[in-house]
């Protein structure tokens, strides 16, 4: 059986990267970086649109702290080294609660070279915070928040950085998001970092996207913490995508994305979920801690078992995930099934398969923590390279989706990686 392709991030390399994007966007620094310094308090809102409009390479935005009044806000390029910069994540306050119809909070659009930093954007209709083609993004103690309960009416993105080129997204919050709290799609390396999701449909979301690594973040009451996957036609084909030393627990809320968001999105993701990682490749999955997500812990699938006509309306794109490697993470309690998992076709498939394992095994109270769907194509038993190297506590179950959960199987063997 073949290895894991996938090296462990070193201690050093971790350190060295967060060094060298502290000094990226220490302040003192940042302010020499900057040609010019434009300062604003609020009900300043109508020059601040102006700057953004008629901005220049080269450009500091300092913001006091305060509430700001916006409909929408956008900043559109071609324009290189722009800082956007307030007090504090809950001291300015980008607050868009009287947009009269839907659309972006604040866009930005070819802009490399950007930072935003200390700022909260709130209450929009549509995506808080959406950055388009840009090169060299530092998203630093950002938040975007709905606040109260989560409603479909909610916007569907809060962090959304898509189409881009090195991204940094560290110390954020985001809330609320009727899809993906943070949100990177599209783009090619990415750091996501000590972050805090919550009450979002996803959690953390990273999409078709090449070299990310997702670390030291809390993902905490969403519909599902981190999800790792791929959809067809886009930019590129995920790949390389490290996740470790993150504390994904309690996300057993309901799904309240909206119904366009069909059974390959969000709209069809259990509640109860971990993890979950969808067709992709070279994923690495290690040393975090996952615990009372009550659905699965951890759910590998291909494609194809949420889009069955995936071989009729794709046949180029295959639908399986590869290279993917499980290993030395602590999984905790978990209760019953969230009354949200019998809404959704996926989670209603692992309700199912549960009450068919306890009507063979009663003492088999809860679903196993990591699942598998089965689905394979070529020969062996493994031929997509899914390494399961934990510790023989941790439960696992091939479900056997498609043979049609005949012969849902516990035997991890085939699986276990390390010692190949």
């Not at 310094?37 to 500091?60: V, Y």
């Not at 956008?74 to 839907?102: H, M, R, W």
């Not at 090195?166 to 954020?172: L, P, R, Y």
């Not at 490697?325 to 989670?347: K, V």
Request: glycine share 10%; hydrophobic share 35%; proline share 4%.
């Amino acid at each position: 059986m073949l290895k894991s392709k996938i090296g462990r991030l070193t201690l050093l390399g971790t350190l060295i990267s967060l060094g060298f994007f502290a000094c990226k966007t220490d302040s003192a620094m940042a302010e020499s970086k900057y040609a010019k310094t434009l300062s604003f308090s609020p009900g300043q809102e109508d020059q601040i649109r102006i700057a953004c409009i008629e901005a220049e390479d080269n450009t500091l935005i300092q913001l006091e702290a305060g509430i700001y009044e916006f409909e929408k806000l956008s900043l559109q390029g071609p324009l290189s080294n722009i800082g956007i910069v307030g007090k504090g994540k809950e001291k300015t306050i980008f607050d868009f609660g009287k947009q009269a119809s839907g659309g972006e909070g604040f866009r930005v659009e070819n802009v490399n070279q950007l930072l935003i930093q200390d700022i909260q954007f709130r209450e929009s209709k549509g995506d808080l915070l959406k950055i388009k083609e840009g090169k060299d993004i530092d998203l630093i103690g950002v938040a975007t928040v709905w606040e109260g309960e989560p409603e479909i009416s909610n916007g569907g993105y809060g962090i959304y950085p898509v189409l881009c080129e090195n991204v940094v997204i560290k110390d954020c919050y985001a809330r609320g998001a009727s899809d993906a709290g943070v949100y990177v799609g599209q783009t090619n390396r990415a750091l996501v970092s000590n972050n805090l999701v919550e009450y979002c449909v996803a959690g953390i979301e990273i999409e078709n996207t090449l070299d990310a690594e997702v670390w030291e973040n809390e993902m905490r009451h969403n519909t599902g913490g981190l999800l790792i996957f791929d959809h067809p036609g886009l930019k590129y084909d995920g790949k390389n995508t490290k996740a470790f030393h993150n504390n994904i627990h309690d996300n057993n809320y309901r799904n309240f994305a909206p119904a366009a968001n069909s059974a390959t999105g969000v709209g069809n993701l259990a509640p109860g979920t971990g993890i979950l990682i969808l067709r992709t490749s070279d994923v690495e999955v290690y040393e975090n801690t996952i615990t009372n997500n009550n659905t699965m812990s951890v759910g590998v699938i291909s494609y194809a078992t949420v889009d069955p006509k995936i071989f009729e309306n794709n046949p180029a794109f295959f639908p399986n995930p590869q290279n993917v490697h499980i290993h030395n993470n602590t999984y905790g309690e978990r209760g019953a099934f969230p009354a949200g998992a019998y809404e959704h076709e996926l989670a209603q498939l692992v309700v199912q398969l549960h009450e068919n394992i306890k009507a063979i095994d009663p003492s088999q109270e809860q679903i196993q923590h990591i699942l598998f769907d089965g689905f394979v194509i070529g020969e062996g038993a493994n031929p997509h390279n899914l390494c399961i190297d934990e510790a023989e506590t941790v439960s696992f179950l091939n479900m056997d989706v498609a043979n049609g959960f005949a012969s849902p199987s516990k035997d991890r063997n085939p699986f276990i990686c390390a010692a190949q």
